[in-house]
């Protein structure tokens, strides 16, 4: 009986202290959970307070009410804040300063009533190292969406990038009246643009306005509406900055067909577009660009769909592009314009009409496995239509010379 009582003493302390550091740990991690994140709700101070407080703790700024910032809030190191699907309404010219460091923004609407607000003005200092993420970030009103200026570090004499600063934004929306996204690369070629699921309308300019030295990649990219272009991709009077991007890549990008995307060539290989709905645009005196295009459809929204590449399963309209070579496979397009010194090689496509060339350099189409509706005679230019088991529907006169059937 004596042995009985005393085993069961030492069953009663020994679950006394498994319940106890049980509860030991609980606290602990109660604490270390309360410490990894300060709730807007529960803070007592102002909104920049709150922001600071989160960056020197290193804590998640959980915003869980709407909020109206009484002053622009500066962002200087790391910082994650993440919304509830709150509302943060903006009614200065900026709402989020944002310098040096990683940060990730998430979960939240800006409503914006100054009339040149910007929700985010992201580095407007030299040579900083950061990267901005936004995820289910939407904007409404004002002048800008996210504006970035500065940021990256480049060896010039290199040509190496030695830090890159860039841009995340993820299943978000911005409708705004000027720009939605604006992303400069002054530092040289070391910023990058990356969107996923992303929808821009702007009332009265354009939807993305990119140096050409930023690489981008997008996928899931809509104009929703563009007041002008849907890509303005050049920087007018910086010829050391043209042509720099190391990648341009477009997934699943569509746009009204008057909304165009402005694309200037990367430092080397293609313009890699897929599976998009868009209309090419070629500042003049800019390079054709160069791409590799598939499964895609391209309007003309008034200056031309002039590209060198290769084109695979396409439809619309297409141009050839100047001094580039331009290779057309099993495509479906209602017109082919020639331009001036443009080759295009054709390989078991269709093409409603063809229009050759009218001045300029020779021009050269060589059509393998084709059948097109007529060819539009220029009667002036010079070039040469090589036809070979393909098929010419209309008999519209032509020079002689001019068409060569193999």
Not at 203 to 227: M, Q, T
Not at 317 to 336: A, H, M, P
């Amino acid at each position: 009986m004596v042995l009985l009582r005393i085993r069961q003493v030492f069953f009663l302390l020994g679950l006394m202290a498994t319940l106890g550091c049980a509860a030991q740990r609980n606290k602990k991690a109660t604490t270390a959970s309360s410490q990894s994140e300060i709730r807007w709700s529960n803070y007592r101070g102002s909104f920049t307070q709150f922001i600071q407080q989160a960056i020197r703790q290193n804590a998640v700024a959980i915003v869980d009410k709407d909020v109206t910032p009484p002053e622009p809030v500066i962002i200087e190191g790391n910082l994650t804040l993440k919304g509830t699907g709150v509302t943060i309404y903006n009614k200065h010219k900026q709402l989020f300063v944002v310098g040096s460091g990683v940060h990730h923004f998430s979960h939240f609407t800006v409503q914006q009533s100054h009339a040149e607000a910007s929700a985010f003005l992201s580095n407007i200092q030299p040579k900083l190292v950061w990267t901005n993420t936004l995820d289910d970030v939407h904007i409404n009103g004002g002048q800008y969406g996210y504006n970035s200026s500065r940021g990256g570090l480049y060896d010039e004499k290199q040509d190496s990038v030695l830090a890159w600063s860039g841009t995340t934004i993820l299943n978000s929306t911005f409708n705004v009246r000027y720009i939605a996204i604006a992303v400069f690369s002054q530092d040289g070629p070391c910023k990058y643009l990356h969107m996923r699921n992303v929808q821009m309308s702007t009332a009265e300019s354009h939807n993305l306005y990119i140096h050409p030295n930023v690489s981008l990649r997008f996928d899931s990219v809509v104009s929703v509406k563009a007041g002008k272009l849907a890509m303005h991709h050049f920087s007018g009077g910086n010829e050391q900055f043209y042509y720099t991007a190391r990648y341009l890549e477009m997934n699943k990008v569509s746009a009204p067909s008057k909304a165009a995307w402005e694309m200037v060539n990367p430092k080397s290989g293609y313009i890699q577009i897929s599976n998009s709905q868009l209309a090419p645009y070629t500042t003049a005196g800019v390079q054709v660009p160069k791409v590799s295009a598939i499964n895609c459809t391209f309007y003309n929204s008034g200056n031309g769909i002039m590209f060198s590449g290769i084109i695979e399963n396409c439809t619309g309209d297409i141009w050839s592009g100047g001094k580039g070579e331009l290779l057309i496979k099993n495509s479906r397009f209602k017109d082919l314009i020639m331009r001036p010194g443009g080759k295009v090689v054709a390989d078991n496509s269709q093409f409603d009409m063809i229009y050759l060339s009218d001045k300029g350099a020779d021009y050269t189409l060589e059509l393998d496995r084709c059948t097109v509706g007529g060819i539009v005679d220029g009667n002036s230019g010079k070039g040469q239509v090589k036809m070979k088991n393909s098929q010419l529907k209309s008999n519209r006169p032509i020079r002689q010379g001019i068409l060569i059937q193999q």
